[in-house]
């Protein structure tokens, strides 16, 4: 097998220089939620920074991902696209890439990739209805105003409930790329095992797969469209305080329409504390997992191994057709 190595193997290592070490044409699907280059959550990634929660409530020391500057699209695509390049190097002709963005900067990372040689198929949206709201008030600002508190009091009544411009995020973008295939996809498919969606895997109530998903219940027409399984309270990990754990379900979902071959390989070239790699194992495929922090990677190892050990950990993966049906790895018949 190619990549024996590594195969199966959750690797510390800075991804840039790791992934020259992958042979070419040999990943069948690349599925990753990488550093957002939103503030501390980059290509430095640093644990300890991440969790730090001191000095929230001044102004200066925003909690990760909070600030805004225009440089980090810019720092975001020059790295995306060296990432880029190499992912498409290592992925077979018609392999897939599915890459995890924020909303405010998915068009850097989706030019990055588009620019690398990809064709970009279509965006996954990851629907969601929890999450903070980052606005902050201008109280603070008005407070030290040189003027008097009448003055003051009139433009906090004025402004009452104007916040600064950063919506609530419901949603995060993924984005669907395909290295071109070899001649036609059947022709891709007959040589390299991969190319097409099996779309037999399914979402909601029995539907189609689309390019629109939630983990949270939503209302009766959504759920029936959209809804895939809620993460099981064990499924992370009790141990794991990695900040943007990805439920299993999604990794599963988007594994299991792409993956066809029966020893395909899952790369996550930033698996942090694992997902990727938990889904591909659990079903049946093969991983490699890449992340920079040491912490993560033992955390990877140890979800991994309890997979292992207790599989109804990990709940039950209700995704796809075939998957009830028990065929899981499919076998393409070559005349
Ligand atoms: C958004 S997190 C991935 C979380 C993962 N999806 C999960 O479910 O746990 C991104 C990861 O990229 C890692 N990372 C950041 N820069 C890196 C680099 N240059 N090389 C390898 N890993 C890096 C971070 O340590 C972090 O764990």
């Known amino acids: ?93 018609g392999g897939f890439f599915f890459s995890f963005s924020s909303p405010r900067l998915y068009h850097r990372m989706a030019s ?69 295939t070899e001649q036609t996809y059947l022709n891709n498919m007959m040589k390299y095992e991969v190319g097409l969606f099996d779309t037999t895997v399914r979402i909601g109530d029995n539907m189609y797969p689309a390019n629109v998903f939630t983990i949270d219940s939503i209302n009766e027409l959504v759920d029936r469209a959209f809804l895939l399984p809620k993460p099981t309270k064990k499924e992370k990990g009790e141990y794991n305080d990695h900040k943007t754990v990805k439920p299993l379900a999604v990794c599963e979902y988007l594994i299991n329409l792409s993956a066809f071959a ?35 990677v033992k955390i990877s190892e140890q979800r991994l191994k309890e997979l292992d050990e207790k599989s109804d950990l990990f709940g039950k993966a209700v995704i796809s057709e075939k998957m009830k049906k028990g065929s899981l790895q499919p076998q393409l018949q070559i005349a």
């Open 262 to 296: 029966k020893d395909a390989v899952v790369l996550d070239p930033f698996v942090g504390s694992g997902t990727t790699a938990v889904a591909a194992k659990k079903l049946g495929k093969n991983y490699i997992g890449i992340d920079a922090n040491e912490k993560y």
């Open 1 to 93: 097998m190619k990549n024996n190595k590594f195969v199966n193997k959750i690797i510390c290592a800075d991804t840039l220089k790791f992934l020259a070490k992958i042979e070419s044409d040999s990943i069948d699907v690349v599925l990753t939620d990488p550093p957002y280059f939103l503030d501390k959550l980059d290509n430095n990634w640093d644990c300890e920074e991440v969790a730090n929660q001191d000095n929230q409530q001044v102004i200066k020391s925003l909690p990760a991902g909070m600030k805004f500057d225009r440089e980090q699209g810019k720092k975001f695509y020059a790295w995306y696209l060296k990432i880029s390049e190499e992912i498409f190097r290592v992925l077979k002709p």
């Open 112 to 180: 990055a990739i588009d620019d690398a040689g990809f064709e970009i198929r279509d965006a996954f949206m990851w629907l969601y209805t929890q999450n903070q709201a980052k606005a902050m008030g201008v109280d603070h600002f008005i407070n030290k105003m040189n003027i008097d508190e009448k003055a003051k009091g009139k433009i906090r009544e004025k402004l009452n409930g104007w916040k600064t411009p950063q919506i609530k995020s419901c949603f995060e973008p993924i984005a669907m790329a395909q290295k071109p």
